[in-house]
């Protein structure tokens, strides 16, 4: 790299292996690239490859994603129609996530780039578009939402609502989650899932990965609509007999297995393996091998959760069955069924006693001597005879008022007798 006298910067003071590859690259505006090439002829920024790269990251010009491949030689592959790249999220069987913003608007959104040898399958592709247009209307709290669907440059990308946060997938690296937490997710996906089911999409491949949580512990439905595309991807598929089973084999349902029609409940099938594998950090339907784990659930019930999972109550065991009953006729039929079977759970938790804590009792409190009627109690320097007389004029108020008006009265007749007696 050519250097020359830092009070005077010349042209070639430019690291020629980095700023063309910015400015290739489209990363950068045209106003950007030249306030950037600018700063580093006047010094401002440093000409030293590295540390001009790592300026460019400090001020927030370029991301970390962007400079690693700069600096290993890479201007392409960071515009997809009018989007920039920023970082890569993750990748699957269907194709690769990133982080991207809109050239013109600034909006941040999460772009799928669908694997190219999905792309050159004329007949999925156009099932996708149809696809894609119901997914177009989902608009539900837990759903990923969808903003675009298009072609640039034989690339097939998917335009969908940035999530900040994590996967069910990566939570369960993590350790297996307590149920009530995997039931409130599981119910949120429940409800999710009902939207999509009521637009007419099936989402074919419901799975831990497919399940994001937010900051806010949303948990909302990722890939809706990529189902179709599975079709053409021989490492997601599963040849049979009947057809081909589209889903990923430790979560598929039977007739999935089978490469049958499939509705909604066999989603909540999916679902069900799911909230099983969050809780028992096990598959319901183990087996060595794919054939043998598909074979178990086509003929077999799942492993009880209660060989790993003693302490799972009864009712989250009957919800689990249910969801992963064999017949479809035997499940939740829709996905708002089965949220409200998953929500009673966690209401019914609250509301125990057991699941409250516990509050310190207070100290025992000497009941108070109830006060004493009339003469129930005698005074012990009262004579014997008094008690069974008291006692009797309690359990006999009226005999003894009309005893002691006739006392009274015999006595005021007596007096006034005695009195005319005398005055005689």
């Known amino acids: 790299m050519a250097t020359s006298d830092p009070s005077k910067p010349a042209l070639d003071a430019v690291p020629s292996d980095l700023l063309p590859i910015i400015r290739n690259s489209g990363a950068l505006t045209d106003k950007q690239f030249l306030d950037v090439r600018s700063k580093v002829l006047s010094g401002a920024y440093p000409s ?53 913003h809109h050239q013109l608007m600034g909006r941040v959104v999460a772009l799928k780039i669908i694997a ?25 709290p837990n759903v990923v939402r969808a903003f675009d669907a298009d072609q640039s440059n034989n690339v097939l990308y998917i335009v969908m609502e940035y999530v900040a946060g994590k996967s069910l997938g990566q939570r369960l690296k993590e350790g297996v989650l307590p149920p009530v937490e995997a039931v409130g997710y599981a119910a949120q996906a429940a409800l999710g899932l009902a939207h999509a089911h009521s637009q007419g999409i099936v989402h074919r491949d419901i799975k831990p990965s497919n399940l994001l949580v937010d900051s806010a512990k949303r948990l909302k439905v990722l890939d809706l609509g990529l189902g179709v595309l599975m079709e ?25 297995a089978c490469g049958r029609e499939v509705d909604g409940r ?21 087996g060595s091998t794919p054939i043998e784990r598909l074979g178990e659930r086509i003929n077999n019930r799942p492993t009880p959760i209660t060989d790993h999972r003693p302490d799972v109550p009864a009712s989250l065991v009957h919800v689990l069955d249910k969801l992963m009953a064999t017949k479809p006729s035997d499940r939740y039929q829709t ?34 001597p109830s006060p004493t009627r009339g003469l129930a109690v ?13 006692r009797w004029v309690e359990h006999r108020p009226r ?26």
């Not at 790249?85 to 699957?92: K, M, N, P, T, Y």
């Not at 125990?352 to 516990?358: E, G, Y």
């Not at 012990?380 to 008291?390: G, K, M, N, Q, V």
């Not at 009274?408 to 005055?423: N, Q, T």
Request: aromatic residues 10%; charged residues 20%.
């Open 335 to 368: 996905g708002t069924e089965a949220a409200e079977a998953l929500q009673n759970l966690i209401r019914t938790r609250k509301s125990s006693p057991s699941s409250k804590k516990s509050e310190p009792k207070p100290e025992p409190i000497s009941p108070e």
């Open 232 to 256: 053409a991807d021989e490492h997601a598929n599963f040849a049979t007999a009947d057809g081909v089973a589209v889903g990923t084999v430790d979560y598929m349902s039977p007739e999935q």
């Open 48 to 100: 030293d490859t590295k540390a001009l790269a790592d300026r460019l990251v400090r001020d927030n010009l370029l991301t970390d994603y962007q400079v690693r491949r700069f600096l290993t030689g890479k201007s392409h592959g960071l515009i997809v129609g009018k989007y920039v790249i920023l970082d890569r999220i993750g990748s699957g069987s269907m194709g690769r996530v990133y982080k991207a």
């Open 399 to 424: 005999t003894t008022l009309a005893a002691l008006i006739a006392i009274l009265a015999a006595w005021f007749w007596v007096g006034f007798g005695i009195a005319w007696w005398l005055k005689g």
């Open 378 to 390: 005698a005074p012990p320097l009262f004579p014997s005879w008094f008690p069974p007389l008291a």
């Open 116 to 140: 190219p040898e999905i792309v050159t399958n004329e007949r999925v592709v156009a099932r996708f578009q149809r696809e894609m247009r119901l997914v177009g209307r989902l608009d539900h």
């Open 266 to 286: 066999s989603d909540l099938f999916s679902l069900g393996c799911a909230l099983y594998h969050l809780i028992a950090g096990r598959q319901a339907f183990p």
